[in-house]
Every structure is written in structure tokens, then in C-alpha cells.
């Protein structure tokens, strides 16, 4: 049986090289004769692989050095919480950009430290795009975006023009494409989906933001407490972080953002192109927020469903049923997916439309 | 190269066994002909895994019907705010059991919500015994109880009679021995001892406890919450929770807690008996209080530190450097440590005070 075409929105498709070492470290690490999941996290051999990350991390995003890099647990769930705990001031309030589900919960949890305002939605559209000509308060602590909306296949093309601080969560773009690490004072992203498997969450911070807000943070929630201890303040999630070390050295050693940004581009025109010039396929998301990473689109004739689902199926292909919230499909085409698994998808949807012309 | 003796004190060993399928599952999982990585936490294979899980603690532990069991992230740093926030009420107090550092970090995330008393604490002679004879408070909440202290080499033997509901951090000897859970409210402990690898935090909680603190808990620490998702309200770390799966398994096949707690014993009578009876060593914990878990000892003769350290070495095993608030040394013997290994640390002990009688 050769390779699925994994189209998973996350966790989701890791290179095979990746996945073969990470394999191998489960039983015998750095030629230690014991596994990786059996050493002291305070080994030489694993504090080398937490900076190895933190490092790639530095380098593949060009990183300023008053920025601190960060291997947490909690999930981005924990990120919107975390966020607001480290930047919203006692007797502050902050911006939150409502562009889905995610953007929505990192709004709920703020709402418990302070005032927040929705500076702007689409949920009049079933979050199918991404608001522009919005105001930014400017007595806001900071305004929290989600850069890319895993669920409604959106994405924001640029960073917003705003005088207060931007928090972002990059779950589901990051690593996809060039940012400037600077337009942000907080990035945080779960790794399930261009940097590793569940299980990690990423925090890149600028030091100087920090501890301005009046509050005494837990100690798990404080971004400080993790800087001191080097992201060692409590026993950090061992394999999640080495097999997202992994994935990054792959990222680097392949051409790094730059090249991926250009695979992806790639990805995204090929599937993009072929749902607009198919006249079974519609997308959902208009067309100048739509995603790099998660592409959704419908039939545009509800009665094929059968038949398409039969076909891509045979085709080997696995992870585009549509998320409930929009229905359809949903093809997330994150770093480790090949071009050709997305030839595989155009080539089902081609012979779809061929049969029925 | 023969397998290394594995003392560390957690992250630590695992079964071989177990080691064998996690590797594989990363290449080919379900014969999926995908990783356990990289596919869906949504889908069934992984449902199976997490249910498997919390139905083996259930089993295992003999866990009430009015329990439930959860597999979260964090770590148990985070359990300790958790803890407080579940059940300290508003207006509230908490009782503390103060057996050492793990204890006291527990106590100090509580502070942030309430008033804390601590009942009693064994810190004038370095946590080296449990506190006896204490009074708890009536009117507190809760007590909060460390059963196994990771680093000073202590543990409860029983459970303080309490007419308040306990909350016990178990991180360091669960599925070690026999409990009875109904004896306390909440239990939660770190995987990476005696349960699988770093990252994923287990909670059996009473059900019924919950949602009586007047409290707006955010919603990643809300016990209720994750019980209404059925432990997956955000990804949950999919590969940690895998391999704790697989070691359950290994403990249920082998003849659960109660085969293990007599292997335990084992284990720790082979090496407290040579502590005591070579007049080279002696224990730092006092004789009531000591750990089946982590054995903590010192050369009576600090001169000698040298040779044993490279007799030990040389005889393959690793890991008992004693924590820095001890010094000495601290050998962890958890489920997975065969009774051979401590065996060869023994032959190691005895042949040092051979050459020097
Ligand atoms: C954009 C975005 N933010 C946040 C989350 C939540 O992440 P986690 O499940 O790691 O808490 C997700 C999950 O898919 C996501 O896509
Ligand atoms: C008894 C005990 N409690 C809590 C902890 C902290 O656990 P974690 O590092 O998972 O936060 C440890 C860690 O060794 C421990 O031994
Ligand atoms: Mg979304
Ligand atoms: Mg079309
Ligand atoms: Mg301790
Ligand atoms: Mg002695």
C-alpha cells in the first residue's frame, strides 16, 4: 500500500524522514542505549535538543534577539488564556479580531481578566472572510488576532496597521511564510500542524512587554517564570519537543520558510485553480481571504457527494471531510504535504467533472 | 552494550515492550499505513486509544462509577492551580500538608486564590520524614496531601484521617500500590513516572465535588469542562497519552497494582536492607518515611565518593545522582525497574565495602 495523501487539518501529515528518526529515538536515543522518553529532562542529551529547538525556531523566522523563544504545554487553548494573563492590564481591556471558532475562545478566556472589544467579525458570513477598515482602539493593551482560521479556510494577508501592541495566534500558518517576527509582542501557536505533533505550544515573546501588567500571574501562565528557567520551569513535554526539532531541522535543511512559502504557494494555486474552473466544485471562503493552509470548498451539486467521496477515497486520499461548522470539504495543505497529494486531489476532482460533462 | 540500569527519578524507565510498539506506532499506527503523529485526535483510532486509557485507570484502580478520569496537559505544575481553582471556594481556604518542594509549590499556587494554612511541615529537618499528629482545620475546603516527595525520598503510608475532602498530588507513586480512591476528591499526577512519558497530566476527580466554588474557572483548568469533552476539549497530547495506554496495558497483563505494589516491595527491601547494613552508607529519610519509590542515601565517607561513582558507572548504571537540596544519592525505583537492576546496585554497594573492611 503506498503513502496516504493526508490531508489532515491537525494533528497532520509530518515528513517521513522526520517521523523515521522519531522513531528510532524511542528506542535507542543519541546512541544512548535508552529510549528518549526514559531520560532525565535535565540530561545533557535532552537540554541540547530543547535549545536546538528554541534555536531553529530563531533562525527560521529571523527572531530579534529582545524576542525570547518558548517550548510550553496546554495547547493554544491555554495560549489565549496565557495571553491575556501576561498582557491585559489589572483595570486594562484588549481588542480581540473575531474571524471564527479560535478567535472566539481567545476572546472568551480574556473576558475573565478585563474589558475586551470585538473591534470587528465575520460572523455575519459564517467567518467566510476576514474584516477589513476596522477601528483599533488605542488605549487598548493589545489587539489579538488568529492569523489563519483552520476551521473556514481564511487567512490574513497582512499584518494590521495598529499602534498597540498585536498578539497573534499562528497555530495553523506558522512556518508556512515569511513573517516579520517584530509586528508582534506575542506569537503563540500549537504545534499540531506545520511543527510537530500534539503536545507542544509554542511562545515567541518580546522580553521588554513583560511584567507591565500589574498582576500576580500562576506560575504556569507566566511568561517570565518560563523565560528564567530556560522553558525548563517544570518537566517540558519531551517528545513533542524533539520531534518538532526534527520537523524544523527538515524545514532548514530543505531551504527553510522561504522555500516552503513557495511549495505552498504552489499547493494552494494548483488546488485553488482547479475548484474555481470546476464547475462541480465551489470554494466557501471569498476569494482574497482564502487560505494557504486549509482550502474549503463544496460540491456545487449536493447529489455527487457519494460518488466523489467514493473516488477520493480509492485515490488513497485521507482528512477532507469538511469541519461541522462549514460542511463540505476542507484540504489542509501543510508544509509536509507533497504537491503531488494535492495533484492526487485535482487529478479525483477532474475525472469527477469529466464523468459528468 | 547491555541494557543501562535506569534510576532516573522521571522521566524514567519504561517496559521494553512498551518501547517496542511506540516506536513502531510512529512509522505505521493501526497498520494505518499513517503515523499515530500525524493523524486526527477526532478520529476513531485515536478515540480508542484515549478511551482505552481512562478505562485501564478505571480498572486498575479500581475508580468509583461517581469518578472521572481525565488525561490533560500541563504537567502536574499545573495541577496545582487546577487544584485550587476546582476546589478552593470564593471567600475560601485551603489546607496544606507541607512535605517538601513539590508540596510547597502546590501551596504557593493556591495563595493566588485563597487563604492557605499550612497544618504542618518537616522542613527543620530538610523533609527527610512525614508529619505526624497535625490538626486539619474543619472549615478549610480541602487538604492537599504529596504522597510520594520525588526528591527527599518520603512517602505517606497512609492516608490522614480528614473529615475535609483530600486532594493528593500522586505524580511520584501512582499505580505503585494499592489506593482507595474514594479517599480523597481529587487525585492528579504527572505520567512521567510510573505511567508513560513527559506531557500528559492524569486527574481522577468525584464528579460530584465540582462546580461548588462560586468561582469562574477558565476554562482549560475547569475540571467540568474536559469531562463534558470527554478529556479532548482542545488537542490533547495524542503520543504521551498513547504510550501511557501501552504501559497500563503492561501493568494490567502482568497482574495490575497489587503484582507491582509486591515487586515494589521487593525492590525496596533489597535496597534499604543494604543501606542499613553496610556501614559505608546510611539513609537520609527517616526509617518510617521512607519511599518504595525513591530511595535516597549518602556515603558515610565522603572520600570514597570518587570510587563508587566510578564503580557504579562502570557497572552500566544511571541516574542515581542525588537531587541538589539532598545531595547524595537517590535511586527511583519505579514499576518499570526491574528487580535485577537494583540487584546490580546492591553487588556495586557490597563489592565497595569489600575493598574497604
Ligand atoms: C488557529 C487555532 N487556534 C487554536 C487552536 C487550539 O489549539 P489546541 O487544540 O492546541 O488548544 C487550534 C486548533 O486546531 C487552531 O487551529
Ligand atoms: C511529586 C511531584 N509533584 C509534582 C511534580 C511536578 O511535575 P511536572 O514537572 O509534571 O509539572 C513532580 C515532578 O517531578 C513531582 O515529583
Ligand atoms: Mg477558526
Ligand atoms: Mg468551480
Ligand atoms: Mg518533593
Ligand atoms: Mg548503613
Redesign the interface.
Known sequence: ?S??H?F???????PQEV??Q???A??NFNN????L?????RSKDFIEVMENARNLVRELLNVPDNYEVLFL??????G??TAAYNFMKIDGSAAYLNTGTWAN?AL??AK?LGGVLEVASSKDKNYNYIPKNYQIPGNADYLHITTNNTIFGTQLKKTPISRIPIIADMSSDIFSKKINVSDYDLIYA?A?KNM?????TLYIVKKSALGKTGR?I????DLEVHISKDSM????????IY?SMLTLQWLKNNGGVEWIEGINQQKADLLYNEIDNNPLFKGTAEVDSRSNMNATFVLTNDDLKDEFDSMWQAANI??IKGHRDVGGYRASMYNALPLESVQALVDVMKELAKKHS
Open positions: 500500500m503513502k496516504v493526508n489532515s487539518a491537525g494533528p497532520c501529515i509530518l517521523l523515521k522519531a522513531s528510532e524511542v528506542i544512548l542505549n535508552l529510549s522518553l526514559e531520560i532525565s529532562h504545554q496546554g495547547g493554544a487553548s491555554l489565549f488564556l475562545k472568551k478566556e475573565l500549537g499540531q510537530g505533533p500534539a503536545g507542544t500576580t500562576p506560575s504556569m501562565l520551569f517544570n518537566t517540558p513535554p519531551v517528545y513533542p520531534v485521507s482528512g
